[in-house]
Structures are given as C-alpha cells and as structure tokens.
C-alpha cells in the first residue's frame, strides 16, 4: 500500500511538479537579472575627474603645462581667462584649480582672487570664460585667556594669528610696554568681528573690545569708538609715546639706562644712555611717536643709525640697525609706530639688539620710568559721551563674563 502512494505520487510530480518548478526557477533569475539590468541602465554614469591645485608663484600657462596640459591648450586657456582677469594683476598669492578628465581633456580653470572666482570652461568644445562672487559673510567671536609664559605664545596657543596679536598689543601700546611688564598669570580678554567665507577663510578682523590686567600693568581696558580706541574713562588711548620701540615679537629688555654701565666690548665703565631690546635680526623698529627723520646713516659704535626729531624738542635715537625701511630719508615725515628699520648687530654689538635712546634738547632721560609716556590724551566729546557710554558698559559686561567663565 505505502510503495504503491510513492509510485503514484512520483508520477505526478514527474508530470506536473518538475516541469513548474523549472519554471519557477526560471522565473527568479529572469527577474533578478532584469532587475539587475534595470538597476544598471539607471545608474548615473560615473565620471572621473583629475585635479590640480597651486598658486600664482610662476606664469599661469607654465604652471597648466607641468599639470599635464599641451603647450597650445594652456596658452588659449589663459588668453580666454585674460578676458575676465587682467593676468598683469595677479599675485602670488593668489590660488588655481585644474579640472582634466580621464583621458587629460581640459574642464574647468577656476582662479581664486580678492572676493571672486574667474574660471574658463569647455562648452561643447568651446572655451567660456566668466566670473563668480564669493559670499562673504560676518561674524562676533570672543576669547580670554592667561598669560602662561609669554603674552605672544599663550595668545597663539589660543589659536590667534601673529597679525591679529599685534592688533591687539596695538591697543594698549601707550598703556602697557609689553615687552617689560607683562607676567605670568595675567589675564587677557577680546571682542573682534571677522568677515569670512563659506569655505572658512578669515578675510578681515576687527577688534572692538579688549582687556588686558596684571600686577604690574593693572586693568586695563579699551574700546572701539569712532575707529579710535579709548579706556574705561573716555580718554583717547593714543599718548604722545609708544610704551616701546618693538612690538611684542619674543624680545627683551638686556641692559637698561645706567650712568655707569660695564661695556661689554671695551671693558670700560661708561654712561649707557639708553635702553638695549634684544631682538632677532630683522624684528621691525618702530617710531615712538610722529616726528621728521633728522639723520640716517652710520655712526661710528652705533653703527646703521636713524634720529627722529619730534615735537617740544624731543628726539629718538636708533642703533645698531640690520637696515632702514623703504622710503625712509633725511626730512621725511614719519607717524607714530611705522616701521622706520629693522634690528641688526651693526657698529660695537655683541649681538643683535635696538640701541633706544630719547633727548630732549642735549639732556637724555630714562625712557622706561619717563612720565612723557602717559602724557595727556583728548577725552571723548560731550556730545558723544552717552553713545560712548552705551557701547563701553555693552562691551566691559561682556569682557568681564568672559573672564570670569574661563
């Protein structure tokens, strides 16, 4: 009876069950496979592109040429850009980028410039040229911090570029010698707005509020009014002084006024009049105040040597420099902190350093403990007082939270 159901049942299934499941196999491959083709044809088509990047440093059309581009095709990319960007204007700062296809046909040329990108294309074998605006935008930021060693590395440590440091010891220039009384533990504080683009490039900073406070400078605050700074009380920060020849940059002060100093290359005690900055050759020198260029040369010991004559008699002395800066001669009028040379090691030195002197008439004085380098500065206008009011009490709550939350 049971061999009997198996027989039966085989013949069926040899008749009906193995001829549908054939086709049910088959079935499944022809729809995955033509999913498969579906899929395929519907997928985009995958494009691969070759970059080259660089900047302005040489002739553009050498540059396309090292980037894998003939010597003909180079040179019409640049002449269709020349029609956009006069190439007589561009810097070597300025940035490219190449696009070549797989088989090395050109693309795209886009050259980044100021605010606009200047590209050259291939339309259907043609070269278009054209030009596209970059999107700037603005921004507040805030940070505060500590002195940890010197005001310059923690300031960088912060993340700070070199420039906008100086900015800021800019600032506090006639208020602070940064180079002497800065210490350990100080606490520093700026509110600045920048202009940056979507790629995350800083273009401009601005300072509108800072705060520098420490033992020896004590608190210290300034604010942005008018495109000038002033301190807590209203007065314009601008003395008739620098507090210091150098802005801060690592240097030191390695030998002070002194009316019978121990020359280090004579060996002989002698008056030394001045103030020695020690500072790397090339660090730049700056004029403490206005005033007209009265000698520039070489002077025996001094060696590379500059005088400023200044108002009310007042004259400023600088030796030992590497080099003067351009354009500075005998009668030029110079303003207060340009770079009027650089430090060197010239005439009897022992090292590079600025040899700083200041007279008034034939008598010099101590410029480290003089009062002239706090003398009386203008007040803000009555009538501005209240807008001045308004934005200093916004701007000091503001630095005093940041401080406190570091």
């Known amino acids: 009876m049971w061999k009997e159901y198996c027989k039966q049942f085989l013949k069926v299934f040899l008749i009906w069950g193995l001829p549908c499941l054939a086709v049910g196999v088959f079935m499944i491959f022809f729809i995955s496979n ?27 059309q050498k540059s396309l040429q090292e980037d894998g581009l003939s010597k003909e095709d180079a040179h019409k990319i640049v ?86 440091i100086l900015d800021f010891t800019d600032v506090f220039s006639w208020a602070i010698d940064f180079n002497t009384e ?21 273009l401009n900073e601005n300072i509108l509020a800072a705060y520098y406070g420490g033992e020896a400078t004590g608190k210290n605050y300034a604010f942005l009014f008018e495109d000038e700074y002033y301190d807590e009380t209203g007065k314009f920060s601008k003395k008739m002084f620098l ?23 004579l060996r002989i005690r002698r008056p030394h009049l001045g103030i020695d900055y020690a500072a ?70 022992t090292g590079p350093h600025l040899d700083f002197r200041i007279r008034q008439g034939n008598k010099y004085f101590d410029f480290l403990n003089s009062k002239q380098r706090s003398s009386a500065a203008r007040e803000i206008p009555a009538q501005k007082r209240e807008e001045f009011n308004k934005i200093k009490e916004e701007y000091k709550a503001l630095l005093d939270k940041i401080l406190e939350n570091k």
């Open 280 to 349: 790397p050759v090339g660090t730049p020198v700056e004029t403490v105040a206005d005033g007209v260029v009265k000698f520039k040369g070489w002077k025996g010991g001094f060696g590379n040597y500059m005088e400023v004559a200044h108002p009310n008699n007042y004259t400023t002395c600088y030796g030992h420099l590497k080099s003067f800066a351009k354009g500075i001669n005998v009668g030029v009028k110079v303003r207060q902190g340009q770079t009027i040379a650089y430090v060197g090691s010239t005439g009897l030195s």
């Open 243 to 265: 507090k210091s020849p150098i802005s801060v940059r690592g240097v030191r002060i390695s030998s002070r006024f002194s009316r019978g100093r121990m020359h280090p290359i």
């Open 34 to 60: 033509h999913r498969t083709q579906v899929e395929i044809a519907n997928a985009p088509e995958e494009i691969y592109f070759k970059k080259a990047t660089g900047n302005l440093g040489q002739p553009l």
């Open 182 to 202: 800065t210490r350990v533990g100080d606490k520093f504080a700026v509110i600045w707005e920048e202009d940056y683009t979507k790629g995350g490039k800083t």
């Open 79 to 164: 002449n269709k850009l020349d029609t956009v960007l006069n190439m007589r204007r561009v810097s070597k700062y300025d940035k490219y980028l190449l696009t070549l296809d797989e088989n090395d046909n050109f693309k795209m040329l886009v050259v980044t410039k100021d605010f606009s990108r200047y590209f050259v294309t291939s339309v259907d074998g043609e070269l278009v040229a054209g030009i596209l605006d970059i999107t700037v935008d603005n921004r507040k930021r805030q940070l505060s911090g500590e002195v940890k060693d010197y005001l310059f590395t923690s300031m960088q440590a912060q993340g700070l570029r070199p420039g906008f």
